[in-house]
């Protein structure tokens, strides 16, 4: 992995720590609540804008073929797991290893 990639990860990872913990304090709940949430918005949002091709793509080339009669060479779908995409998938399994962490400890006793 490229020095960029990693300062790409960690910058993601603390920008989504960031509004993780914003969103926490305005509802007034604990941080590792709303952490599932976030987490696979995050990654189910980096998911849908790295990719291209899917069925939307498809959509769209039919209407434009529909209105205009040019028929548009077919995309096939491609995902490029980048920086993001994995700091929001690191988040979000962090949220797993956080609750089990609480939850075992809490029990232990």
């Given at each position: 992995?490229?020095?960029k990639n990693l300062i790409i990860?960690?910058?993601?990872?603390?920008v989504e720590v960031v509004i993780t913990y914003y969103i926490a304090s305005f509802f007034s709940v604990r941080f590792i609540e709303v952490m599932f949430?976030?987490?696979m918005a995050f990654a189910g949002?980096?998911?849908y804008f790295s990719s291209s091709g899917g069925s939307l793509s498809r959509l769209f080339n039919s209407q434009v073929s529909g209105q205009t009669g040019?028929?548009?060479k077919r995309e096939e779908f491609?995902?490029?797991i980048g920086p993001i995409f994995t700091a929001s998938i690191i988040f979000f399994f962090n949220w797993i290893n956080i609750?089990?962490?609480t939850y075992f400890r809490s029990n232990s006793a």
């Open positions: 992995m490229s020095r990860m960690i910058v993601a990872f603390i949430f976030t987490g949002g980096t998911f040019i028929v548009l491609t995902f490029k609750l089990c962490s």
